[in-house]
């Protein structure tokens, strides 16, 4: 009797130290699911919003239409590796950001490009003028000497000189910057009247680009990860700066001029094809037929007269597998809905993208500084609003709404191929999302929607069988960061 006893205190003695080293080591922490929001009407700024939990939930009254998002987690649904997100870096971009003083400067290059802001990993800028430029439009090169190759009065000049210094600023904000360079025109005197390139240039334009890698990485010490060779090379309008080349033109180049330019220099910059719209696949078909051995990407842009439409990357990827593509240009308007920014960069995460960048970073409060001339763009905005006399920026919404991709989807992370349906109604629209996996282990699913009352969102991965639901608001974007599979039970 006596030695049950002892036994049983015994045993209690034993579980109760046990209990003891099971708290000691603390419970097994739980995996948090965390979001963030941004919604139209600025009540949410990268916020902290309502997280999913798993299993289904339990949607509230005021939620309308139900959704489910149905993730191929296994090897084959891994798609393309992201670059990054960002914006085009214009001359009025650079004139505006110079217009500041240098702690108001800092802060908000740390608001776009720093961890600790919206964290965008990729800049386009303009090698030269665009209509986002003061007047007079510049080239890097406007003294006509058609005799000469080696275009000995090339000069970036002091906007280009300004245009470096402040690439090299944004790289030092945040080191994973990719910079790509693009053209809106050759000097003028290597193109006709008619405002398309002469190929009696090729040459002069290949060294063109020489010695502006040579001007930026050599000397500004600024990388430059990719070239396209011509913004919208389909577009003839009259009027600098503007240029259109063929794709036969375009491999010409390439393959005589700026792919062993390139090559000379060592900076190993890729070559982006194409950098048009959606609605003309031939062109870079053309070229990456034409130039396999220089080019390794292709950049497309959304405004196509009929409507845009971004499956035709996956169309393109389907027949050439081993090419990345990215979205390097796409108007923000002054009346462009607030889910403008949002749905550029959606369509394409979810066809092959591997980096988006907007038209443009900064615009005054007037939507400028812009050149006068005709077909100048007199509505576009940034995604950042500078008052230059008052000496004070404003974040943008669009702003907003690409922060909730570019934060949380980092360089290195992979787009899973996932399929989005209704749980309500057939009819039920104004709804989108994306599923992306980071170098860690997070998952992140951004959902827009568009519709004026809050959805409930399911979101199922179909080789893990996991299961997150939560809500998202009414017109906002709505970023879910999931823990790493392995921390889950
Ligand atoms: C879709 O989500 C709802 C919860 O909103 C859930 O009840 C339903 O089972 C899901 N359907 C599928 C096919 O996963
Ligand atoms: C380049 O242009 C700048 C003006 O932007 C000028 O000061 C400089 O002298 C020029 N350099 C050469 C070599 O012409
Ligand atoms: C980025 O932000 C963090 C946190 O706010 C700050 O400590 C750091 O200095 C910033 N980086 C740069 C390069 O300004
Ligand atoms: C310019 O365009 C006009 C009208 O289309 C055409 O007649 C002319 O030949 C073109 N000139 C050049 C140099 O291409
Ligand atoms: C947009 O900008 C243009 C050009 O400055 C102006 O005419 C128009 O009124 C603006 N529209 C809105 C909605 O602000």
Request: with cysteine; glycine share 8%; net charge negative.
């Amino acid at each position: 009797m006596l030695a049950t006893v002892r036994l049983t205190i015994l045993a209690i003695f034993f579980a109760v130290a046990n209990l003891k080293v099971a708290f000691a080591d603390g419970p097994a922490p739980v995996p948090v699911a965390q979001a963030f929001a941004s919604s139209s009407d600025g009540t949410y700024k990268l916020s902290e919003y309502k997280a999913p939990v798993q299993g289904y939930g339990t949607p509230g009254c005021s939620i309308g239409n139900k959704w489910n998002l149905t993730v191929d987690d296994s090897p084959n649904g891994h798609k393309q590796t992201i670059k990054g997100f960002g914006a085009t870096v214009t001359d009025a971009t650079v004139a505006l950001f110079n217009a500041l003083p240098a702690d108001t400067l800092q802060n908000l290059l740390n608001d776009l490009f720093n961890s600790s802001g919206a964290k965008y990993q990729m800049v386009r800028h303009t090698m030269g003028s665009s209509d986002m430029s003061p007047e007079p439009a510049t080239s890097y090169d406007d003294t006509n000497d058609k005799t000469d190759s080696k275009i000995p009065h090339f000069n970036t000049s002091d906007r280009g000189v300004a245009m470096g210094e402040l690439l090299d600023k944004m790289r030092l904000v945040q080191p994973e910057l990719t910079i790509v360079g693009s053209p809106w025109s050759a000097p003028s005197w290597m193109k006709t009247p008619n405002n398309t390139f002469d190929p009696a240039y090729t040459q002069h334009l290949g060294t063109y680009f020489t010695k502006y890698l040579r001007a930026f990485w050599g000397g500004m010490g600024v990388k430059i990860n990719a070239v396209t060779i011509q913004n919208d090379p389909l577009s003839a309008l009259p009027g600098l700066p503007r240029m259109s080349i063929s794709a036969e033109e375009a491999v010409q180049l390439i393959n005589n001029g700026i792919g062993p330019a390139i090559h000379e220099v060592g900076s190993q910059t890729a070559i982006w094809a194409y950098d048009g719209n959606t609605d003309n696949s031939d062109y870079p078909q053309t070229v990456v037929d034409g130039s396999s051995s220089y080019v390794k990407a292709v950049a497309w842009q959304c405004h196509a007269v009929l409507d845009n439409d971004w499956t035709a990357l996956s169309d393109f990827h389907d027949k050439n597998k081993n090419y990345e593509q990215y979205m390097t240009n796409c108007w923000l308007k002054n009346d462009s809905a607030w889910s403008a920014a949002s749905d550029f960069t959606l369509g394409p995460l979810n066809n092959w993208a591997s980096g988006v960048t907007a038209w443009t970073l900064a615009t005054d409060t007037q939507n400028g500084p812009h050149l006068a001339g005709e077909g100048v763009c007199t509505a576009c905005v940034g995604l950042v609003m500078i008052n230059p006399t008052a000496k004070t920026y404003e974040l943008q919404t669009h702003h907003y709404m690409l922060a909730q991709f570019s934060k949380f989807i980092p360089r290195g992370a992979s787009v899973l191929s996932s399929s989005l349906s209704s749980a309500s109604s057939r009819s039920a629209t104004g709804v989108d999302a994306v599923f992306a996996e980071t170098p860690d282990g997070f998952r992140a699913v951004v959902i827009v929607n568009k519709n004026a009352q809050d959805v409930y969102i399911t979101v199922e991965t179909r080789v893990a069988g996991e299961i997150w639901s939560g809500p998202v608001g009414k017109t906002s974007v709505v970023t879910w960061m999931l823990p790493p599979l392995g921390d889950l039970d």
